[in-house]
């Protein structure tokens, strides 16, 4: 059956996003609250020099998998995103695994783009400084809830809003990295480079062998790129497919310059304990402490706009994913659906239900921004992988006709995000799979829908059979306190 004959209104003619459109995608969808949370995140897990080190895996990791994106777009542009690339290469369940891993970590970093808009509001309004509270949540659920209305008017015009939000959120940044290496003391920076001081000294704050120092900058790196793909999941309303692998460049290598200055230059101002104990987010308190209150109020408010500049991109790119799923038979024929308007309604309605009650369980959690971060992150470097492992399945046969180089870069970031969430975030892995055990049953009722006889094929059910356990075994340890939430 022709997946576009489950639309039952037809969308309206498109004027296509363009470049900069795109860009913006890519930027803004990564940069909402982690950049500036980065400099206590980062001097927590490591000292200055593990860091760089960190960060130079990091950003070569990513650059092979941005450029992996921009290859296969252009290699295949027939198929549209992440979820398209890892059914293509691997079989109908293991595209399914893709996105509803993608779809997770879209509408889960929501929630954590939610609990840090209510801190940076706590900035100037006392009672959300205190954590997640009940008023915290219901200004949450209310934001929620109004840009779902704002994107179910049209997918394109939500895309032009995010361009201009993109330029105002990013002048607070440039603004901090600039006066950063003004302030920037090369003594203060290399003063305890390793980090050995403080690990002989021992106590909570000790960092432990520059191994672990590395490792532990693993989650929080991975989470800032977490967006970067915006551009593959919505190539197909690109205006010139082309721009689908300029813009997924030209991002990352902004987002890696970004990253790395605004999390790099704080160790050249304050010592890694002075920055581990800046509030939360860092940059505002550091910044502060530069200029003067005023400095505090402006990051803030920059913070707050790159939030909803996020969390709009990042509603976007999760109903896009659900109503893609649909088209491509793998989801039911429900979330295929779109409105008057091209935007996928259903797909809207159920993301924004979900953000709605993840948000009030983390109402639960101790540490509910890390905790929702993290959890974010390892449901998306499923996808991120499968589409870097089909880079490198495309690329083998014809190896020998220039395409050697596509195949080391697929297989080199798809060795990067394997070794890096194993290293730091299997329990988070093995979390998500809870939430696959309903999808699998959406899956199963969608392959009956479009009339497939067998739902899943015997390699599909050994992977299914492998979530399932995974997500079994996740349970136990939740309740007998082997993973906190």
């Avoid at 027939?78 to 509803?100: H, M, Q, R």
């Avoid at 109503?323 to 008057?340: D, G, I, Q, V, W």
Wanted: proline share 4%; hydrophobic share 55%.
């Amino acid at each position: 059956m022709d997946p576009e004959s489950a639309s039952t209104v037809a969308p309206p003619a498109k004027r296509g996003i363009g470049l900069f459109g795109l860009i913006a995608l890519v930027v803004s969808s990564s940069i909402g609250s982690g950049v500036f949370a980065l400099s206590t995140d980062i001097s927590a897990a490591a000292a200055p020099g593990p860091a760089l080190i960190a960060w130079a895996i990091s950003g070569i990791g990513f650059m092979a998998l941005a450029t992996s994106f921009g290859k296969l777009s252009i290699l295949r542009p027939d198929l549209n995103g992440i979820v398209a690339y890892a059914k293509e290469g691997f079989g109908p369940f293991t595209g399914f695994v893709s996105g509803w891993g993608y779809w997770l970590s879209i509408w889960i970093g929501n929630v954590a783009f939610g609990v840090m808009l209510a801190t940076a509001i706590g900035y100037f309004f006392p009672p959300f400084a205190d954590g997640l509270t009940v008023g915290a949540v219901a200004f949450i659920s209310l934001l929620n809830w109004i840009i779902v209305a704002v994107v179910n008017r049209g997918v394109e015009e939500a895309s032009v809003l995010n361009a201009i939000v993109m330029t105002c959120k990013l002048v607070p940044i440039f603004v901090f990295i600039a006066t950063m290496l003004l302030v920037f003391d090369f003594g203060v920076f290399t003063a305890d480079f390793w980090g050995t001081v403080a690990d002989n000294l021992g106590g909570e704050g000790a960092p432990g062998s520059a191994g672990t120092q590395i490792v532990n900058c693993f989650m929080v790196m991975m989470w800032v790129f977490v967006g970067m793909e915006g551009a593959s999941v919505l190539g197909h309303r690109a205006r010139d497919k082309r721009d689908v692998s300029r813009a997924t460049i030209l991002g990352c290598t902004a987002l890696v310059v970004i990253y790395v200055a605004a999390s790099v230059l704080p160790y050249g101002y304050l010592t890694r304990e002075e920055l581990m104990a800046v509030g939360t987010p860092s940059m505002p308190y550091i910044f502060q402490r530069v200029v003067g209150p005023w400095g505090g109020a402006f990051i803030s408010g920059g913070l707050i706009i790159s939030i909803f500049g996020a969390w709009l991109s990042y509603t976007i790119l999760a109903s896009e994913a659900m109503h893609e799923m649909a088209r491509m038979e793998l989801l039911p024929r429900a979330f295929a659906k779109l409105n008057a308007y091209g935007a996928p309604t259903s797909c809207l309605v159920v993301t924004g239900a979900m953000i709605q009650l993840l948000s009030i369980v983390m109402l639960l959690s101790e540490e509910a921004y890390r905790f929702a971060y993290s959890l974010c992150t390892a449901s998306i470097v499923i996808s991120w992988g499968l589409a870097a492992a089909y880079m490198a399945k495309l690329a083998w046969p014809r190896r020998r006709e220039g395409m050697m180089g596509s195949f080391a870069l697929g297989a080199f970031a798809t060795a990067f995000l394997v070794a890096a969430i194993t290293l730091s975030g299997l329990h988070q892995l093995m979390l998500c799979c809870i939430a696959y055990v309903p999808g699998i049953l959406f899956f199963i009722r969608a392959r009956r829908e479009y009339g497939e006889g067998t739902a899943l094929t015997g390699r599909e059910r050994v992977l299914a059979c492998i979530i399932l356990a995974a997500a079994v075994a996740a349970v136990a340890m939740l309740a007998c306190g082997a993973i906190a939430i």
